[in-house]
Structure formats: C-alpha cells, structure tokens
C-alpha cells in the first residue's frame, strides 16, 4: 500500500464568495462546486483545490459527509505552472504584490497572497524532482 499523490487542498478564507471569484479573475480557476458561504471547490486536472469558511466548518450538521474541520491563520499552497512566462505582468496588472521570488536550481516559483492572507506559490516545472 502506497499513497499516490495529493487529492486535495483546502485553504481557508474570510469571505468564499469573494475568495471564489479572485481565485476566478487572477488565476483563472474554474468553479466544480460550490455552497457559499460555507464553500468553493476549483477542479485542477486531477486534484481539487477546496476554499472553505472556517467558522462555517466548525461544527457539522446532520447532513455532512465530513467531520468538523477548520484552520485559523494564513497557510500555503504551490500551484505548478509549467513557465513563470506572462505570471509576473498578470499578477502585477491585478494589482497584486510578489512577496518573494525564489531560484530553486531547477525551476523558480513567485509568491503572492491572497485576500485573506494565504500564501500562494506559482512553482514552474524543475522546482521540485517531482515537478
């Protein structure tokens, strides 16, 4: 028994609407699911990005499938883009500001936040031994 690869990742954020449509405009993600204002699912080839309201995921009600579930705080997630080519204008145009740029060797990632302060990577292809 082995496990593959992640199947999800989930973010937390202060307003899902809101979230869901930034993620729409700047990244250009396209909504699977959603049920505002507890959450939104992107589908993204073969995993899913999950943004969730923390305070409306603490408790489970009658018909969740899920256990309570919840994070405070900013948190992280890498997005693999295959060049950094047109990121670094798109981003900028959006008025949004790369916090840090890092050189890994292989491949570079830019860092930027979202509005609720997660940290957001754009790692192209090289970063990683697995990407």
């Given at each position: 028994?082995?496990?593959?690869?992640?199947?999800?990742?989930?973010?937390?954020?202060?307003?899902?609407?809101?979230?869901?449509?930034?993620?729409?405009?700047?990244?250009?993600?396209?909504?699977?699911?959603?049920?505002?204002?507890?959450?939104?699912?992107?589908?993204?080839?073969?995993?899913?990005?999950?943004?969730?309201?923390?305070?409306?995921?603490?408790?489970?009600?009658?018909?969740?499938?899920?256990p309570p579930h919840?994070?405070?705080?900013?948190?992280?997630?890498?997005?693999?883009?295959?060049?950094?080519?047109?990121?670094?204008?798109?981003?900028?145009?959006?008025?949004?500001?790369?916090?840090a740029e890092s050189?890994?060797?292989?491949?570079?990632?830019?860092?930027?936040?979202?509005?609720?302060?997660?940290?957001?990577?754009?790692?192209?292809?090289?970063?990683?031994?697995?990407?």
């Open positions: 028994m082995t496990i593959e690869r992640v199947l999800e990742t989930c973010l937390y954020v202060d307003d899902v609407e809101a979230a869901a449509t930034w993620y729409e405009d700047v990244l250009g993600l396209e909504r699977y699911a959603s049920s505002p204002p507890r959450h939104v699912f992107f589908a993204l080839a073969d995993q899913m990005l999950l943004l969730f309201d923390a305070d409306e995921t603490d408790d489970a009600g009658p018909d969740d499938k899920a919840g994070a405070r705080g900013p948190q992280h997630v890498a997005f693999a883009v295959g060049s950094l080519d047109g990121w670094r204008s798109k981003l900028e145009e959006a008025g949004i500001e790369i916090t050189d890994w060797g292989g491949g570079s990632s830019l860092y930027f936040e979202d509005p609720s302060g997660n940290v957001l990577e754009l790692m192209e292809k090289g970063a990683w031994p697995v990407w």
